[in-house]
């Protein structure tokens, strides 16, 4: 079992930035594919990005450009550092874990891993 501890979330103006940190229970997380994923407000949960065991990234069309995720050295944090911020990235912001290396975005989007952090809040507002 992986627990998922997330911390970093907060109100920032528009264009602004923000990091997330994802820190985990087990010693092996660097063998964890890990996403992210939001959920605004009446909105449907949306897969932000990705990063397989290997450190392969992906990313949503939305935030690429913009966001970046990767892990510390230590290979129990993952971060998704979030620049120029936009109302439209306002939401609850999830950390996963577990999933398999190889499968396709699509997938990933439909079907998270099965470890989850508690979500953490982001508001963009001026």
């Known amino acids: 079992q992986v627990q998922l501890v997330e911390s970093g979330g907060g109100l920032v103006q528009p264009g602004g930035a923000l990091r997330l940190s994802c820190v985990a229970s087990?010693?092996?997380?660097?063998?964890?594919?890990t996403a992210w994923y939001r959920q605004g407000r009446g909105k449907q949960r949306e897969l932000v990005a990705a990063?397989?065991?290997?450190?392969?990234?992906n990313y949503a069309d939305s935030v690429k450009g913009r966001f970046t995720t990767f892990m510390n050295d230590a290979g129990n944090t993952v971060f998704l550092q979030m620049n120029s911020l936009n109302t439209a990235d306002t939401g609850v912001y999830y950390c996963?874990?577990?999933?398999?290396?190889?499968?396709?975005?699509?997938?990933?989007?439909?079907?998270?891993?099965?470890?989850w952090g508690q979500g953490t809040q982001v508001t963009v507002s001026s």
């Open positions: 996963n874990a577990g999933w398999p290396d190889g499968i396709s975005w699509q997938a990933l989007a439909r079907a998270p891993g099965d470890f």
């Open positions: 990063r397989s065991s290997t450190g392969t990234t």
């Open positions: 087990v010693e092996t997380f660097t063998m964890y594919g």
